[in-house]
Protein backbone atom coordinates (compact mmCIF):
# COMPACT_ATOMS: atom_id res chain seq x y z
CA UNK A 1 0.00 0.00 0.00
CA UNK A 2 1.57 3.81 -0.32
CA UNK A 3 0.08 6.45 1.45
CA UNK A 4 -0.74 9.41 -0.87
CA UNK A 5 -1.23 13.67 0.77
CA UNK A 6 -2.33 16.13 -1.75
CA UNK A 7 -1.42 19.60 -1.27
CA UNK A 8 -1.80 23.05 -2.82
CA UNK A 9 -5.65 23.36 -3.41
CA UNK A 10 -7.08 27.04 -2.13
CA UNK A 11 -9.83 30.21 -3.74
CA UNK A 12 -8.25 31.31 -6.40
CA UNK A 13 -9.93 33.70 -8.96
CA UNK A 14 -10.98 32.97 -12.30
CA UNK A 15 -8.10 32.79 -15.01
CA UNK A 16 -5.46 32.28 -12.02
CA UNK A 17 -3.13 29.31 -11.82
CA UNK A 18 -2.60 26.32 -9.23
CA UNK A 19 -0.43 23.52 -8.82
CA UNK A 20 -1.43 20.78 -6.75
CA UNK A 21 0.89 18.07 -5.25
CA UNK A 22 0.59 14.56 -4.30
CA UNK A 23 2.99 13.31 -2.19
CA UNK A 24 3.81 9.66 -1.40
CA UNK A 25 5.13 7.36 1.19
CA UNK A 26 5.13 3.45 1.68
CA UNK A 27 5.57 1.08 -1.02
CA UNK A 28 8.60 2.27 -3.81
CA UNK A 29 5.73 4.93 -5.34
CA UNK A 30 8.08 4.92 -8.48
CA UNK A 31 6.07 1.32 -9.84
CA UNK A 32 2.68 2.93 -9.68
CA UNK A 33 0.69 4.94 -12.24
CA UNK A 34 -0.51 8.19 -10.34
CA UNK A 35 -4.15 9.54 -11.71
CA UNK A 36 -5.72 12.87 -11.00
CA UNK A 37 -9.77 13.02 -10.66
CA UNK A 38 -11.91 15.63 -8.84
CA UNK A 39 -15.37 15.33 -7.21
CA UNK A 40 -18.17 18.23 -6.71
CA UNK A 41 -20.83 17.06 -4.29
CA UNK A 42 -23.53 14.94 -5.81
CA UNK A 43 -21.70 13.90 -8.77
CA UNK A 44 -19.28 11.08 -9.26
CA UNK A 45 -15.88 11.48 -8.89
CA UNK A 46 -14.24 12.55 -12.60
CA UNK A 47 -10.90 11.37 -14.01
CA UNK A 48 -8.58 14.30 -14.81
CA UNK A 49 -5.54 13.32 -15.71
CA UNK A 50 -3.23 10.37 -15.52
CA UNK A 51 0.73 9.59 -16.02
CA UNK A 52 2.62 6.30 -16.38
CA UNK A 53 4.95 5.55 -13.64
CA UNK A 54 8.18 6.37 -16.09
CA UNK A 55 6.51 9.86 -16.58
CA UNK A 56 6.66 9.27 -20.37
CA UNK A 57 2.56 8.91 -20.63
CA UNK A 58 -0.02 11.20 -20.10
CA UNK A 59 -3.74 11.18 -20.67
CA UNK A 60 -5.92 14.02 -20.00
CA UNK A 61 -10.21 14.22 -20.10
CA UNK A 62 -11.03 16.21 -23.13
CA UNK A 63 -12.25 19.10 -20.43
CA UNK A 64 -9.14 19.79 -19.02
CA UNK A 65 -6.89 19.16 -22.19
CA UNK A 66 -4.41 22.78 -22.93
CA UNK A 67 -4.93 24.09 -19.58
CA UNK A 68 -3.93 21.07 -16.72
CA UNK A 69 -0.44 19.40 -17.09
CA UNK A 70 0.65 16.13 -14.73
CA UNK A 71 4.07 15.48 -14.47
CA UNK A 72 6.20 13.70 -11.73
CA UNK A 73 9.28 13.72 -9.66
CA UNK A 74 10.28 9.94 -8.52
CA UNK A 75 13.25 11.54 -6.97
CA UNK A 76 10.63 13.17 -4.15
CA UNK A 77 7.97 10.77 -4.61
CA UNK A 78 5.67 13.32 -5.94
CA UNK A 79 3.13 13.67 -8.67
CA UNK A 80 2.23 17.42 -9.75
CA UNK A 81 -1.41 18.71 -11.27
CA UNK A 82 -0.46 22.27 -12.67
CA UNK A 83 -3.64 23.78 -13.59
CA UNK A 84 -3.84 26.99 -15.84
CA UNK A 85 -6.53 29.34 -16.77
CA UNK A 86 -8.78 27.60 -14.01
CA UNK A 87 -12.46 28.39 -14.83
CA UNK A 88 -15.42 28.58 -11.89
CA UNK A 89 -16.55 25.01 -13.21
CA UNK A 90 -13.27 23.67 -11.82
CA UNK A 91 -13.97 24.03 -8.28
CA UNK A 92 -14.27 20.30 -6.23
CA UNK A 93 -11.97 18.42 -4.11
CA UNK A 94 -8.74 17.35 -6.44
CA UNK A 95 -7.55 13.53 -5.64
CA UNK A 96 -4.81 11.90 -6.50
CA UNK A 97 -4.68 7.73 -6.68
CA UNK A 98 -1.74 5.34 -7.27
CA UNK A 99 -2.61 2.17 -9.33
CA UNK A 100 -0.63 0.00 -11.30
CA UNK A 101 -1.90 0.89 -14.93
CA UNK A 102 -2.48 4.74 -15.75
CA UNK A 103 -6.08 4.57 -17.10
CA UNK A 104 -8.95 6.39 -16.55
CA UNK A 105 -11.01 4.18 -14.51
CA UNK A 106 -11.70 5.21 -10.66
CA UNK A 107 -11.68 1.07 -9.91
CA UNK A 108 -8.56 0.72 -11.32
CA UNK A 109 -6.81 2.92 -8.14
CA UNK A 110 -6.49 1.29 -5.11
CA UNK A 111 -4.57 3.95 -3.13
CA UNK A 112 -6.45 7.34 -2.58
CA UNK A 113 -5.19 10.67 -0.96
CA UNK A 114 -7.91 12.71 1.40
CA UNK A 115 -8.54 15.36 -1.40
CA UNK A 116 -7.61 18.84 -1.69
CA UNK A 117 -10.14 21.16 -2.07
CA UNK A 118 -10.27 24.05 -5.22
CA UNK A 119 -12.61 26.59 -5.13
CA UNK A 120 -12.31 29.40 -7.97
CA UNK A 121 -14.24 32.67 -7.77
CA UNK A 122 -15.57 34.04 -11.26
Known amino acids: QVQLVESGGGLVQAGGSLRLSCAAS????????VGWFRQVPGKEREFIATINWRGGRTRYADSVKGRFTISRDNANNTVYLQIDNLKPEDTAVYYC???????????????WGQGTQVTVSS
Open 97 to 111: AAGPVATMQVADFGS
Open 26 to 33: GRTFIIFA
